[in-house]
């Protein structure tokens, strides 16, 4: 199937061109940080971008809200609406990488081959074909030399694979956690659409990790995370989606104090405050979109130059949802409370003595590491574990767990963190179950 796309396919969607059609929500002055000044939370916030950018914005809410998993768009990527094919992948291409498969490759040279021809005939279009007049004409908006030939490069032929199954159970998922995200980033006096980063990061999955060893719904990699977040083989804060939301706060914030505008705070989370800030210099801007189109280095690729963009298709997405999607129906927002548990102890132990839900404690507990509930980490004297909220007050219910706790005998209470299999524990425990 050959389709040419030119900018967006879904229909009837309006873009904002300044930021008052966008749903901002400004902070309250009354609740901003001692640090308001410094930060000038309450300049004009832009949460859009100009025709420049406008048209990626549009191609990642068809990604979002149009495309599956089985359907890959080979595109430029410089040109990001420039649509050459629409491939169908199957299931052993999703299995093992669509960017390695058969058919992926053979799309890939096919339009190579074209562009290279139309390069060739574009000053007699009459000895095209049809299909090279389509991609000719595809290409009638672009004005750079050698438009065609550079248009082959290995990079700017590219497949991006649709999103939509992902988005809609980010969205779904999203409403355990997205009241809470929303309470911590107003505290902070930061702009609620930056609590959607986790679309764009990670489909609000809280295991989610990649390959290059980022984690949690907010992405931290180990080192930046451990700036803000505890690190360990017992604890990994960077999955627990409340404290990584703290450190998200933080982080952004950050950023935003050193690049002074949100598209650039917001592209500096994926490409580095510091890479942002040698890009906005070398550019002499503080627009984005200058940025984008003239900035060029090694790292500022195409993650980075869209990452802006993903984030204000994700608030679109969402905003529009029963448009794209229909009626649907988040998950309910997380209900508990927390106890601080005083010393290390086995989750196992906790939860036999206290019969608790394991699969609610694991749920409600993410940033315990797998360790840590097969015990072979003690859960950390200190932690702050959280419970279901049975609907009794929060205080009632902790007294509670705190006197059950209490009756746990104090062999399986430890003073510090145990390497391997804690022999001594683990046979107390048996024993006592045999009495």
Not at 71 to 77: E, F, N, P, V, Y
Not at 247 to 254: D, N, P, T
Request: aromatic letters at 10%; a positive charge; hydrophobic letters at 40%.
């Amino acid at each position: 199937m050959h389709l040419f796309l030119r900018s967006f396919i879904c229909l009837g969607m309006v873009v904002a061109a300044d930021a008052s059609a966008l749903p901002l929500e400004r902070a309250n002055p009354s609740a901003l940080p001692h640090d308001r000044e410094l930060l000038e939370i309450l300049r004009p916030l832009r949460f859009s971008v100009d025709a420049r950018l406008k048209k990626n914005m549009e191609f990642w809410v068809s990604i979002y809200t149009q495309y599956g998993m089985h359907q890959g768009l080979i595109h430029d990527s410089k040109y990001i609406d420039l649509v050459y094919e629409i491939v169908e992948l199957s299931p052993a291409d999703l299995h093992r990488s669509p960017q390695k498969s058969k058919i992926v490759k053979e799309a890939k040279k096919k339009w190579k081959r074209l562009l290279l021809s139309v390069h060739r005939k574009q000053n007699q279009p009459e000895s095209m074909t049809e299909e090279e007049r389509k991609l000719f004409l595809l290409f009638k908006d672009v004005n750079e030399p050698n438009k065609f030939l550079n248009a082959t490069h290995r990079k700017r032929l590219r497949l991006q694979q649709g999103q939509r199954e992902s988005y809609l159970a980010g969205l779904k998922n999203s409403g355990r956690y997205l009241p809470l995200m929303e309470e911590i980033f107003r505290k902070e006096g930061l702009p609620v659409e930056l609590t959607r980063l986790p679309f764009v990061e990670s489909s609000f999955n809280v295991r989610a990790s990649s390959k290059v060893g980022a984690s949690g719904i907010w992405q931290f990699m180990r080192a930046t995370g451990k700036s803000f977040l505890k690190i360990n083989d017992a604890v990994d804060e960077r999955n627990d989606p409340i404290r990584a939301t703290e450190a998200a706060a933080k982080f952004l914030k950050m950023n935003y104090e050193s690049l002074r505008q949100w598209p650039l705070a917001v592209t500096a989370y994926n490409h580095g405050r510091k890479g942002m800030m040698r890009a906005v210099r070398l550019v002499g801007s503080e627009e984005l979109e200058d940025v984008v189109a003239d900035y060029r280095s090694r790292s500022f690729g195409f993650a980075s130059a869209n990452f802006f963009c993903e984030l204000l298709a994700a608030i679109e997405a969402e905003k529009h949802s029963e448009r794209y999607f229909g009626k649907i129906e988040r998950l309910p927002p997380l209900k508990f409370f927390e106890v601080k548990i005083p010393d290390y102890v086995d989750m196992r132990d906790l939860v036999e003595f206290l019969k608790l839900d394991i699969n609610a404690v694991k749920e409600l507990n993410a940033g315990l590491t797998d360790w840590v509930f097969s015990g072979v980490r003690l859960v950390p004297a200190g932690y702050r574990l959280r419970l279901p909220d049975d609907g009794s007050p929060k205080d009632a219910a902790a007294r509670v767990f705190l006197a059950g706790y209490a009756e746990i005998p104090n062999i399986f209470k430890l003073r510090a963190q145990i390497r391997g299999n804690k022999p001594r524990v683990r046979q107390a425990n048996a024993s006592l179950k045999k009495e």
